[in-house]
């Protein structure tokens, strides 16, 4: 949390610097310094959950090919376990470590609270009745191996549909910002006489307030976007 309150701070200073610029120091902007503060913190630390949950769903779908593609092979789960533990244990993926149990099919359940997607319920069901009642695998995991590659190529093209338009709310700011640095330089005279009138000041802070708070925005559709196509 620290390091995003810090990363936070660095993308505030520059806004900072362009209001006092623009703007006598006043209270107005030392309200805007902390407002702007905690936006930007707030994005940096919703993007790093978003970022978490995304390598969760990113890592499950590996799990769950590896593991029904393994079992077709082995047929017996504890023989399906140990095989693709050994082989994440030579990859150091450390994190499947936190939830093994001495019962095979508990440590299973207890990735349940990693994988909070529900293609994985589904996913532990299916395979306590294969344990039960044994079955074809492929055929018993067939909807599972299809919603799974299904849910990735979503992840994938949401990806792809984000950086784009990331890149796109980034160019249109960069023009905003240089448009505002281009006419405080050409209309240096028009700039004094309106920059100690309170509405000029406070427009000044609403447009570059804006940046941060379109963001938010931008960062919110996002995350619903993302989350109606788990």
Not at 24 to 48: A, Q
Not at 161 to 178: A, H, P, T
Not at 181 to 201: A, H
């Amino acid at each position: 949390m620290g390091i995003l309150i810090f990363i936070g701070l660095l993308l505030t200073l520059p806004l900072l610097g362009i209001a006092i610029w623009l703007i006598p120091l006043s209270m107005f902007i030392m309200v805007y310094f902390g407002l702007i503060w905690v936006f930007w913190t707030y994005i940096l630390f919703s993007w790093k959950q978003e970022m978490n949950r995304s390598k969760q769903d990113e890592e499950m779908y590996y799990w769950l090919q590896n593991f029904i593609t393994t079992l077709s092979i082995k047929k017996t789960i504890t023989e399906t376990f140990v095989d693709l533990s050994q082989r994440y244990q030579l990859q150091s993926a450390t994190w499947l470590k936190s939830y093994m149990s001495n019962d095979v099919m508990q440590t299973m359940l207890n990735l349940n609270q990693r994988f909070r997607h529900p293609l994985y319920e589904v996913f532990t069901s299916t395979l306590g009745f294969y344990e039960q009642q044994g079955g074809d695998v492929m055929t018993l995991f067939e909807s599972i191996m299809f919603q799974g590659r299904l849910m990735e190529t979503r992840r994938i093209e949401v990806h792809r549909y984000s950086k784009r338009y990331f890149m796109q709310w980034v160019f249109l700011w960069m023009l905003n910002l240089i448009i505002l640095i281009i006419s405080k330089l050409s209309l240096p005279d028009l700039f004094n006489i309106m920059k100690d009138t309170l509405v000029f000041q406070i427009l000044i802070l609403l447009v570059l307030a804006f940046l941060p708070i379109s963001k938010i925005i931008w960062f919110d559709q996002w995350i619903r976007l993302k989350r109606k196509l788990r």
